[in-house]
């Protein structure tokens, strides 16, 4: 299986975008063989995601699970047939936060995306992806086969603009470009994310969700430039004092 089948069987699967990345220097001492990565995109549904203002909607809470669920099928079904023909694989789970390092995963997605240059993590802590923006989950499956691999982006490309930020309402966001190597720390705070969202969205998707980060981001929101969806929320936000 080439680099080229094994990216029509996952297209196949039914996802929006693939990249494969290097991750020796990156990959848990456990899983050290595994030099490589696979990364695939799912796009958000933009009707789910635009119903977003100031606060999650089940709606949403209900797609994201979905989409978790389909995420771990196709790392599932892709590793099977990578070990078909013989390779070795790891199914990195779509959701996971580990109870000796809570908000972290086995393995970080985002890592892995933008090391296969599909984006670069925006201000808001989220993975952007350069075409569909933060509108989107990511799935990784680390592989000992050898991949043809993207060009890594090493750095944001949020520019000057802060409308996460802004309008976070836990102020989690620090407001600070990424760059590689850096910690997430520098960046967002999990923890004032999970906490608002615990306290303020527990009746909405027993406080597991948010989104307004994402939804406020103008890229690949599908929306022209200067959009009414983006002065309606300034507005709003400015009423507030935020
Ligand atoms: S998910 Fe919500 S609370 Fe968390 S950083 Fe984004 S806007 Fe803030
Ligand atoms: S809202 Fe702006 S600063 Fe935040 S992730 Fe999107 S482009 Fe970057």
Redesign the pocket.
Same mark, same amino acid.
């Given at each position: 299986m080439d680099t080229q089948a094994l990216k029509e069987y996952i297209r196949s699967l039914g996802v929006s975008d693939i990249g494969f990345s290097q991750v020796k220097e990156v990959a848990p001492s456990q899983w050290a063989e595994y030099h490589y990565a696979i990364t695939y995109v799912i796009q958000l549904s933009h009707g789910i995601v635009n119903d977003i203002k100031d606060q999650p909607t089940e709606t949403y809470f209900s797609h994201y699970r979905s989409v978790n669920y389909h995420i771990n099928e196709i790392t599932l079904r892709t590793t099977i047939e990578l070990q078909n023909y013989g390779y070795k694989a790891i199914a990195i789970p779509a959701s996971q936060s580990l109870h000796d390092a809570p908000y972290y995963g086995a393995f970080p997605h985002k890592t892995a995306a933008t090391l296969a240059g599909l984006g670069w993590i925006?201000?808001?802590g989220?993975f952007?992806h350069h075409k569909f923006?933060?509108r989107v989950r990511l799935g990784t499956i680390l592989t000992n086969k050898e991949l043809s691999i993207g060009t890594p982006i090493i750095a944001?490309k /949020?520019g000057n603009?802060?409308?996460?930020?802004s309008h976070c309402p836990a102020m989690a966001i620090e407001g600070v470009n990424w760059e590689q190597g850096m910690e997430r720390k520098q960046i967002f705070d999990a923890h004032a994310c999970s906490m608002h969202m615990k306290e303020k969205f527990q009746h909405i998707g027993r406080g597991s969700v948010c989104g307004i /980060?994402m939804s406020?981001?103008?890229?690949g929101n599908g929306f022209p430039k200067g959009n009414r969806r983006f002065i309606v929320l300034n507005i709003s936000s400015k009423l507030k004092g935020v």
């Open positions: 925006g201000k808001s989220l952007v923006g933060p944001s /949020c603009c802060n409308l996460c930020a /980060c406020i981001c103008p890229i």
